[in-house]
């Protein structure tokens, strides 16, 4: 189903909870002001360029539905971690991630039934989507023939290299631990599980009050039950508060 034809809400298979998305689709920054605190890391560049122009690595859960060499390599319910080509594993799933979430951005995507081939639609506000014949309400989207959209997060988070594990994907250094910097994109149940809980740590955790730069968290996945699909989706819990020059470590990444 493409976006303008009219559809009927999709009930019969579950939410994947994927966190992957296309260049296309996602901007490779959360924007917060728009300035540039950071500039390229090496020299001989020429023209406008900033860190627009730079893919963050990818923070992947993989799923049964996922390509069979990820399955193969890291596993269902594994976090993979890097860019096309060069990729390494995170975790398991199972043992938690510690992770810092410096940044936050989010927009409203089409929401097709399962498995479905079709690029879906993307706008970056409610009243885009509105202005497009689609709905941000779930349970009227059949009724009003309108099609569905969900908010969608795309997450900058700061991780530590792990052991054993190739380095090069890991450049900014602290204190002697190597960090790297990825998006981790959200979405459906996988919105519920990790954006949400976000915003509810940073409004209700005194800690995170503060920013979110502050809250250091455990990231792992949990398997979502279904009779026919039951799929994984990402978690996060608070784990307690980064240090002072832990946070402001962060920052200068932005």
């Known amino acids: 189903m493409r976006f303008g034809d009219k559809a009927k809400k999709e009930t019969t298979e579950p939410e994947t909870g994927d966190t992957t998305a296309s260049d296309s689709q996602v901007a490779t920054r959360p924007e917060t002001d728009g300035t540039v605190a950071r500039p390229l890391p090496k020299t001989g560049f020429t023209g406008a360029w900033d860190r627009k122009d730079v893919r963050l690595p990818r923070i992947n ?41 410096i940044r936050a951005g989010k927009d409203y995507q089409q929401k097709l039934a399962f498995e479905n081939p079709d690029q879906p639609a993307v706008f ?50 602290f204190e002697g631990v190597n960090f790297g910097m990825g998006m981790l994109t959200v979405f459906s149940s996988a919105y519920t599980s990790v954006a949400k809980e976000l915003a509810t740590l940073c409004d209700n955790n005194k800690v995170m009050q503060k920013g979110m730069e502050y809250g250091s968290l455990q990231l792992t996945s949990k398997l979502m039950p279904h009779p026919k699909n039951p799929w994984h989706v990402p978690t996060i819990k608070y784990q307690g508060e980064n240090p002072s020059n832990l946070v402001a470590f962060f920052v200068s990444l932005l």
């Open 61 to 101: 859960l993989i799923h049964k539905t996922s390509k069979l060499e990820a399955i193969s390599e890291f596993g269902i319910g594994a976090f993979s971690f890097g860019l096309e080509g060069n990729k390494v594993k995170l975790g398991d799933g199972v043992a938690p991630i510690t992770i810092t979430i």
């Open 124 to 173: 970056p506000t409610p009243e885009a989507v509105e202005q497009a014949g689609g709905t941000l309400d779930y349970s009227k989207a059949a009724v009003a023939e309108k099609i569905y959209f969900g908010p969608r997060a795309h997450l900058q988070v700061v991780v530590a290299c792990p052991e054993g594990v190739d380095d090069s994907l890991f450049p900014y250094e």
